[in-house]
């Protein structure tokens, strides 16, 4: 079955800072691979995604992500963060390759300091 | 445009009750979602429907959890003898088909006391 492990439930780094949330997956199909950001007492927000083709995934709001089938990662970057990035960032896989059924993972908190 | 919407924001109901959890997906979306996420967690699949159909009901954790899409557009979660461990957010999502990205709802906070 699919899952996929979040690297640190909380991250914290500073204002103008490289952001870097890390995940692993393990799927027995070709993985469809999500990430998504949830603001407090909001739904979940498509950040990027990757289906096939380039292993690099820009998203928006400046994140980006790589996927590395040798390494089973799928980290999420940013060059520069800001406070407004201050959320809950989800890693995600698909259950069958494909966008329906979605297997998440429990979830990194990102704080940003000024 | 209108996203998905999901009523109610909030719910406090007793043990043992009954409680019904609306879903208005975005119009013209055939495939809805349903996930609950538990404090700390992150959602957990509960069940996919395809037009009325339920194409995936794998991930309802019992007989007491019941959704309903009739006519292919809103949906109700419904579950019954409501127990403690039910207490999370319930999120609904929809997209296009099944192959397109899912736009979630705010979701609704169910608390079981």
């Known amino acids: 079955a699919q899952s996929v492990t979040q690297l640190g439930s909380h991250v914290s780094v500073s204002e103008g800072a490289l952001v870097l949330l890390r995940c692993n997956y393990s799927s027995s199909v070709p993985p469809y691979l999500f990430w998504y950001v949830q603001y407090p007492n909001q739904g979940l927000q498509l950040l990027l995604k990757y289906t096939t083709g380039a292993t690099l995934v820009k998203g928006i709001n400046g994140f980006e992500a790589e996927f590395k089938k040798s390494e089973t990662s799928f980290h999420l970057t940013k060059p520069s963060a800001h406070m407004s990035d201050a959320a809950e960032y989800f890693c995600a896989v698909s259950d069958r390759g494909r966008d329906d059924k979605i297997i998440f993972g429990k979830g990194t908190r990102l704080h940003i300091l000024p | 445009g209108a996203g998905v919407s999901q009523t109610p924001s909030n719910k406090v109901t007793e043990k043992g009750k009954y409680v019904e959890l609306r879903c208005d997906p975005i119009?013209?979306?055939?495939?809805l979602y349903w996930y609950r996420q538990s404090l700390g967690q992150g959602p957990e699949f509960l069940i996919y429907?395809?037009?009325?159909?339920?194409?995936?009901d794998s991930g309802l954790p019992n007989d007491r959890f019941f959704a309903v899409r009739p006519e292919g557009s809103v949906s109700t979660l419904k579950i019954q003898r409501t127990e403690r461990g039910d207490s999370a957010v319930y999120l609904c999502?929809?997209?296009?088909?099944?192959?397109?990205?899912?736009?979630f709802g705010d979701g609704t906070r169910l608390s079981i006391l």
């Open positions: 429907f395809q037009g009325t159909g339920a194409a995936d």
């Open positions: 119009s013209g979306h055939t495939a």
């Open positions: 999502a929809s997209s296009l088909n099944s192959k397109g990205p899912q736009h």
